[in-house]
Structure formats: structure tokens, C-alpha cells
């Protein structure tokens, strides 16, 4: 979604703002951001946007040249009331609709069976430096994702600088919801069957590089989160239920079931070879919740495209799965920041990961990035709380070990250490000649999250130019000679450590002269 937007009318300078900040080297200033949602008892919800955004640079004007709105074709209804510029005389130049162009959003062109997300793009027209665009634009959600549910999320800008930000927030007065805002108390009024909760902040001083490096490992909830699910367990059900037909195995599935485990001796055999094949054989496609939707298409379906998206191959995984005999379950996820557990809501997760009882222990699995080991889950998956969804099993061995493990909670924290013992072994044997030219044979090994982003690389690039890949590895150690005589373990063997060997020429190593 475009930046969280303003209203429109006379532009406040940076100069006019109270204060001491200097905001000359700012590309732009967001003069003033109000956000209108109203929700209905249905699920449906009309959201209103205006926005008055100062352009400081040229900087700025590249950055809002082109507006994006997203929206799904499906259940969205976009409007946009008019795009404009206004000149520092006082002219105004308002952008035509014939401006305005739907567009299939870039990540939906990777699959377009998979998504009903658009975009609409107006390239603005007349906006330059000293320019304040305005524009005014209204969503409204005719067909609600969950009927008689609703639930949003909100963060205030902290990034950018924004001179006033306000957020309204109009609900049925006596609709029961879950509400937490701890950055700023909103004020609450009544009006008819309505109750409305509004805010207003600003955010005038723009955090150090360092501070907002550090946040982008993991950011806190958000600061506003609003739901009408009353548990987790009521969300638990209500995924169940989207998930449960779709995993059902055809002929198709059970055949193919068959075929992967008619060599192997055990469960957790079947379950390995289930696993390597899904993992390596379905490419993944990046579509989060909100552009994906929430339920998963058909295990056969995506048996015969060979592609899908985390919830998809998750799907898959299960029906080959039970085919076989062995339980399989969705554990939702979020990749990027902690899960507030107070909080009951949809918005909170932006993956899918599967988890599998076996004996008296669960074996969590993460098919998305095609080629980590078995039961390796990337760093920002572990120690998370996940929302693991058994609504709608069978009564099954699977099923009990996890009634046992999940007790009054369906959220459960992932391992918070890998499966196994994460190391990189790195060793040179080489020669300097008495004309300073180091020559050698460079092996590395590797087992863990290091692992993994060198396995994804050397998949994703041809082999024709694997050697640029590992001069730029080269490079990136610390060792500016030039290789080449590459050799690399296979990307999707990932049952042993990988491993990269190449030979090692660097010319004037030592400074003899010094």
C-alpha cells in the first residue's frame, strides 16, 4: 500500500512548522495524513484517504511521480475523487482520469491464476519541486473476507516526517472487539449506533539510520491493532475450515504419494521424501495474505502447476502427506515481527510453515525456500510464537501429541535453535613465490542459515555464470584475487553440508617494498 495518506488543502511550509527542526534536506514533507475506516457488523468497510504531501527535491517528485493504489478486483471497490497539484501561486493542475490505468500489480505476474490483486497507477501530472500534491481516494469492501468478522491494522509514520496524522476508526456501537493502541490514546465518542475512535499524532524528527536499522530485523506489532475475533481458537477454526477441503488427496495425490514412498522403510522416511520433493520440485511464488487471500487453492491444482505460494505448498505438502498416512498441520506465522498474543486477529500473520508430530515430537518445516535441510527453519521463523491450526483433523497419534502440545492455546513457540549444529568451515591451502603471487585451492563447507542463502544462489543463477557468483563471494570475504576451476555441491542435496571449491590467484599479496 502507498504510504498512509493526508488530506488535502493549503499546504503548511516547512518554514510554518513549530519548532527548531530543519527540514531543508527532507525530499518531502507530509503536510497532513487523515485516514477515515468504517466498519459495518457484515465484515464490509468503506476506508476514505486524503493526503497533502510537500515536495522538498527532486528526490520527491520521483518518489510520488507515480501513485500506486493496490486492491483486490474481487471483493474491492477503489475511487479516486482527483489527484492534483498545487503551485506555489496558487495554480492548480489536476491530473485526468484518463491518467489513471489498472494494472496487474508486478508480483501477480509471477502467477496469474493466483491472485485477483491490481493496481491502479496515475502518473501525476504537473508535480515538481515546491509543489504540494493532494489526492483523495475511497476503498470500499462490498464482499468481507470472513462474514461478520472485521479486524485492521495500523502503524503511525515514523519514518518520514508528517505534520499531522490522523486516524478514524467508526464501528457498531455494540459489535464486541479487541482494541490495543499503546503509542497513542485515542479519543472515543458516540454518535447514534456508532462509537468512533480517532487519533492524532505527528511525527517531526526523523530516527538515525542506526535506529531504523535495528528495527528492521523485527518490528513490534503495530501501533494500532483492532479485531472482532474473540480467541485465537475462533481464528484457528475459521482457517480450518478454508484449509480442510482443499487438502483432501485425489487420485492424482495418492498416486503421486505412492510413487515417493515406495522405497521408503518408515514414517519419517516418507516424510523426507515428501518433504525434499516439495520443497524443490514447486517453485514459490511470493504472494502475502492480503494479496493471495487467504484460502488455498486445490492440492491438485497446484500438483499440476507446479508452482504456489507458502499456504499452497503447505497444502500440497499435507494432502502427499496424509495419502501416506502421516498428519500434517498449517502453523501460521510472521516472518518479520513478534505476534502479540492479546491480540486475536488475521493481519498478525504473513506465512505459512508446516508442522509434523513425530513420536513425541514435532518436526516444523518451512517448503517456501525450496532448498533448507529438513526441519531447518530460517532465523527470522525461529523462536516465534505460530498459530498451528488441528481444527477439523480426525481423531488421530498426530492429532493427540498435538492436543498435548498446543494444552489451552493453539499458539506455540518455534525451536529457537536449528535441528542440528550450524558452522562454516573455511580453508586455503595455497604458496607464495618470491614474485609476491599467492596461488592455492580455496573449500568451503557449510551447514545453517549461511548455508542456505549460498544454496538459493547458486539455484537461482545459471551455471554458466557461476564463477562471477563466486568472485563476488570472493570479494566479499576479503579476498580481491581471481578464481576460477569452480566446483559446488549439488544446491538441492541438502542432506549434507554444501560445499564450494575453487582455485585462488592473487598477484602482489605482499607489499615487499615495505
Known amino acids: 500500500m502507498l504510504l498512509a495518506v493526508a488530506t488535502a488543502g493549503g499546504g503548511q511550509s516547512a518554514s510554518d512548522v513549530k519548532g527548531k527542526n530543519d527540514y531543508s534536506k527532507e525530499p518531502f514533507i507530509i503536510e497532513k495524513s487523515v485516514m477515515r475506516i468504517r466498519f459495518e457488523n457484515d465484515g464490509t468497510w468503506t476506508r476514505d484517504t486524503e493526503a497533502a504531501v510537500r515536495m522538498q527535491s527532486e528526490a520527491g517528485v520521483q518518489h510520488y511521480g507515480l501513485l500506486a493504489f493496490g486492491y483486490s478486483s474481487t471483493n474491492d471497490k477503489i475511487d479516486i475523487s482527483y489527484v492534483r497539484v498545487r503551485k506555489a501561486d496558487g495554480a492548480v493542475i489536476i491530473t485526468p482520469p484518463e491518467n489513471f490505468q489498472d494494472v496487474a500489480a508486478e508480483v501477480t505476474r509471477q502467477a496469474p491464476m493466483y491472485s485477483d490483486y491490481r493496481e491502479r497507477h496515475v502518473a501525476v501530472k504537473g508535480l515538481g519541486v ?28 515514523r519514518s518520514d516526517i508528517i505534520l499531522d496524522e490522523e ?28 462509537r468512533v475512535y480517532s487519533w492524532k499524532t505527528s511525527n517531526l524528527e526523523r530516527p538515525p539510520e542506526e535506529e531504523l536499522k535495528e528495527k528492521s530485523n523485527e518490528t513490534p506489532p503495530a501501533s494500532i491493532q483492532l479485531s472482532t ?31 515417493l514412498t515406495q522405497c521408503a522403510k518408515s514414517d519419517a522416511e516418507k516424510l523426507h521424501a515428501i518433504y525434499n520433493y516439495v520443497a524443490t520440485h514447486f517453485r514459490y511464488v511470493s504472494l502475502s495474505f492480503g494479496i493471495g487471500r487467504y484460502q488455498p487453492h486445490p492440492a491438485g491444482d497446484v500438483l499440476r502447476n507446479e508452482y504456489g505460494d507458502c499456504k499452497d505448498k503447505h497444502t500440497l505438502l499435507q494432502s502427499l502427506l496424509r495419502a501416506s498416512g502421516i498428519d500434517a498441520y498449517p502453523a501460521l506465522i510472521n516472518s518479520s515481527r513478534k505476534v502479540d498474543a492479546d491480540v486475536a486477529s488475521p493481519a498478525q500473520f504473513d506465512h505459512v510453515i508446516s508442522v509434523v508430530p513425530q513420536g513425541k515430537n514435532l518436526v516444523w518445516l518451512d517448503t517456501t525456500t525450496e532448498v533448507s535441510p529438513f526441519g531447518f527453519l530460517l532465523a527470522n521463523q525461529r523462536d516465534k510464537q505460530a498459530l498451528v491450526i488441528t481444527s477439523g483433523k480426525a481423531a488421530s497419534p498426530g492429532a493427540a501429541l498435538m492436543a498435548s502440545v498446543l494444552g489451552q492455546s493453539p499458539l506455540v513457540k518455534t525451536p529457537a535453535d536449528p535441528p542440528f549444529k550450524s558452522d562454516v568451515t573455511f580453508e586455503i591451502d595455497a604458496k607464495l613465490d618470491d614474485k609476491g603471487t599467492l596461488t592455492g585451492k580455496i573449500q568451503r563447507s557449510m551447514r545453517g542459515d549461511a548455508e542456505v542463502i549460498l544454496r538459493a544462489a547458486f539455484r537461482q543463477v545459471p551455471q554458466t555464470q557461476w564463477k562471477d557468483l563466486v568472485q563476488q563471494i570472493s570479494y566479499g570475504s576479503g579476498f580481491a584475487g581471481d578464481v576460477g576451476e569452480i566446483v559446488v555441491s549439488t544446491p538441492e542435496d541438502t542432506d549434507k553440508p554444501f560445499q564450494l571449491s575453487y582455485s585462488y590467484t592473487r598477484q602482489k599479496y605482499p607489499d615487499w617494498a615495505n
Open 130 to 157: 515546491g509543489d504540494t500534491l493532494e489526492y483523495q481516494l475511497r476503498y470500499q469492501v462490498n464482499k468481507p473476507l470472513v462474514p461478520g468478522q472485521f479486524w485492521t491494522e495500523y502503524n503511525f509514520t
Open 229 to 259: 475475533f474473540k480467541s485465537w481458537d475462533e481464528v484457528a477454526r475459521w482457517w480450518g475450515a478454508l484449509e480442510e477441503e482443499q487438502v483432501q488427496p485425489t487420485a492424482e495425490i495418492r498416486a503421486k504419494a505412492t510413487e
Open 167 to 194: 486516524l478514524a476508526i467508526s464501528v457498531p456501537k455494540g459489535r464486541e472487539l479487541k482494541l490495543k493502541s499503546p503509542e497513542v490514546t485515542p479519543v472515543v465518542t458516540e454518535n447514534g449506533d456508532r
